[in-house]
Structure formats: C-alpha cells, structure tokens
C-alpha cells in the first residue's frame, strides 16, 4: 500500500490496523540527543485513547506505547525510532454481521473497488484508530519544537451548532472538559446537544481550531510545497476531515483587498502585522505571527439508525451499525490535529536549514 509516509527529513511511516494484532510508526530523521521516553509519547496517546467519557467508544484500550528502537539511556540516537501500540481488546465479531455489506459514510466501498477486498472488522487501515501512530510521531515532534520556543495548541472550536464565545474563551479550560472546548458555557450546551444525538441514535460533526505560536518567519516553499499547502495535505489525511482552511479561510471570498490586507507596522524593532488574516502565511511562508487553521470533522458514519445501502453485489439493503462507536469524532481528534500540525512545522523548519548559504557556513564554520 503506497501513501503512508509522511515528510521530508522528519519522515514517518504508520502501519497496522484497528483488529490486528497493534499499530505503530517508525520515525526516521529525528535529531540526536532529544531526551525521550515512553511518558512524552503516552501523555499525548492519553488524550485520544477511547473510554474516556460517554461520548466516546467504550472500546477498553489502554493505548500504552512501547519505544522498540531509536532511545539509548533516555536520547534519541539518531536513528529510526520505531514505536507499537498493541491491540488488546478486539472484538471482530461485532462487524461479521456486515462483512459483505457496504457502510454508508466509510471507506468500504472505495476500499474494495481499489483492492479488491476490505477488512471489515472496523475498517482496517481506513480506521481512526490509525491516528495512533499520527498522535506517537507527533509527540515526538512537538517536544523538539517546545525546546524551539513554538507552542501548538488545538481545541474544539464547536461541536454541532455549538460554538466557542470569543468573550468566555480559556486556553486552561480545554483540558477541564471531556470535549476539549475551551468555554465552560459552550462545553455544557455540547454535551446536551450530544445527549439529544445519542437519544436519537445519530452522531455530530464539528470543527477543531489550531493555533501555532512562535513560528519564525520564511518556513515553507513559495510554490508547491507551501507551508498552507503541506498542512493542508497532512490535516486533510486524518480520516474524517471534510474541510480546511487558514485565517479568513472562505470568508475571504466576501471581503475587500483593503480590509483583508494585513498592514505591517514595526514593533519592538521587529517587522511584525496589526492584524493577521493570513492566518500566519504568505505566500506559502510562515510570516511570523500565530499561524490559525480550522478543520471541519463530518459526523461519525457509525450509527445504530437505520441507512440504506447495498451489498457487494449490488443488492439493495438496509444497514443499522451496533457496537462501540464513538457519537462525534471531534474530541478524541483534537491530539490528532495538534500532532499532525507539529510532524509537518518541524519538517518544514529543518528543510528550511539549507535554504541559506550564509546559514550553512555559519553552521559549518570553525569554532
């Protein structure tokens, strides 16, 4: 299967499915001498592992990460690291019952037109749980990127119809929730709204809101390999995303040059801007100030209400999915775009190395 390697020096490869026997990753291109050990990478797994409220899968996975190489006393060495979550409570005659049946809202159908087969026991790889080995690299990335001072911080931006006040928000609040929103107020109406879903046995999308502090300027290409382009790619790989944009994202459309424009001015000797409507891009480069993005989750495809769909051979039939399904995706994938966001910038940041003679002699040059 092509397409599971991520990255230009910071490069990794998932593998694995959702009923097999673990997933994992393998991390090649990560510097020497990064103090890490298993806590760096579970604290993350921690935040996306299932169980953890009603509004999440009652699979019982602990989700706790083994590192098989690339760590000697406590460091990085420089090599691939190479990291597996084991599965341990598979239960793949939940889905015997719909082996031949195509799920609306899942992969099966494109999966057994490309490969001529699918597994169905949860999707296999075209499942969440892939987002595992996504979550353990990005761990990895994001604390090489706290040692360069650049925070990335997502939360659940709204849930339904249900949004964050701008007036009520707190960064310290998103992790006082099981719905990672940063609004108690918001958090609250959310999980009435979820209740009602579930009542109904139906599911909820939502949007996820990142936001990425202390980015130098000039990361990314200015044509096709631009920094807006590459998170693009790398959001857009998480199964359920169906939208993406950055700063006015689709509210450009309806603006003028002279109101969308970001005046620059100068601050504290630096060149910086007095708002931000690129959302921290331009011209495919990282312009110094926050970079803000949006991903829009559609709702769980998984729910107990009745759909109409066929068999695989084109029989018409009605399908009702019982089991351990998750009613939004939206919380569980917060970490996921977080870490995903993080592999991607510190890619871009050590490409971005030889983009400078000056840089690489200073970096060569005889101490």
Not at 58 to 85: A, C
Not at 250 to 278: E, I, M, Q, Y
Request: hydrophobic residues 35%; charged residues 25%; aromatic residues 8%.
């Amino acid at each position: 299967m092509a397409g599971s390697t991520m990255g230009t020096i910071f490069r990794i490869t998932t593998w694995g499915e959702t009923h097999g026997k673990g997933v994992g990753v393998v991390v090649d291109g990560c510097p020497a001498g990064l103090a890490l050990c298993e806590e760096d990478i579970q604290k993350y797994l921690n935040r996306r592992k299932p169980g953890q409220s009603k509004f999440t899968t009652k699979r019982n996975e602990g989700d706790e990460v083994e590192i098989l190489s690339g760590v000697f006393e406590g460091k990085t060495t420089g090599t691939p690291i190479s990291m597996v979550v084991f599965n341990k409570d598979q239960k793949s005659r939940d889905y015997s019952a719909i082996k031949d049946i195509y799920r609306p809202g899942h992969a099966d159908f494109t999966f057994d037109s490309k490969y001529g087969f699918r597994d169905y026991r949860g999707g296999g790889r075209s499942s969440g749980r892939e987002t595992i080995a996504r979550v353990a690299a990005g761990a990895i990335a994001a604390k090489i990127l706290e040692e360069m001072g650049i925070s990335v911080y997502a939360y659940a931006k709204s849930i339904g119809p249900v949004s964050v006040a701008e007036e009520r928000f707190s960064k310290e609040e998103r992790d006082n929730n099981k719905l990672y929103m940063p609004d108690v107020v918001a958090a609250k109406e959310a999980e009435r709204f979820l209740e009602e879903c579930m009542e109904k046995q139906d599911s909820a999308g939502g949007v996820v809101e990142c936001v990425i502090s202390g980015m130098p300027a000039g990361i990314g290409e200015p044509v096709f390999d631009k920094l807006s382009a590459l998170l693009g790619q790398g959001i857009l790989s998480i199964g359920a995303v169906k939208g993406f944009e950055i700063g006015d994202g689709f509210g450009v459309a309806n603006s003028l040059g002279s109101s969308n424009n970001d005046a620059f001015c100068n601050k504290d000797g630096k060149t910086a801007k007095k708002t931000n409507h690129s959302g921290g891009i331009l011209g495919g480069m990282s312009d110094g100030s926050d970079i803000v993005f949006r991903a829009a989750f559609k709702p769980t495809p998984s729910i107990a209400s009745p759909q109409n769909t066929v068999d695989r051979d084109g029989n018409e039939t009605e399908i009702a999915i019982h089991g351990r399904h998750d009613p939004i995706i939206v919380p569980r994938a917060v970490v996921v775009v977080e870490t995903m966001a993080s592999c991607i910038l510190l890619d871009r940041l050590l490409v971005n190395m030889t983009s400078r003679l000056d840089r690489i002699k200073e970096f060569y040059k005889e101490k």
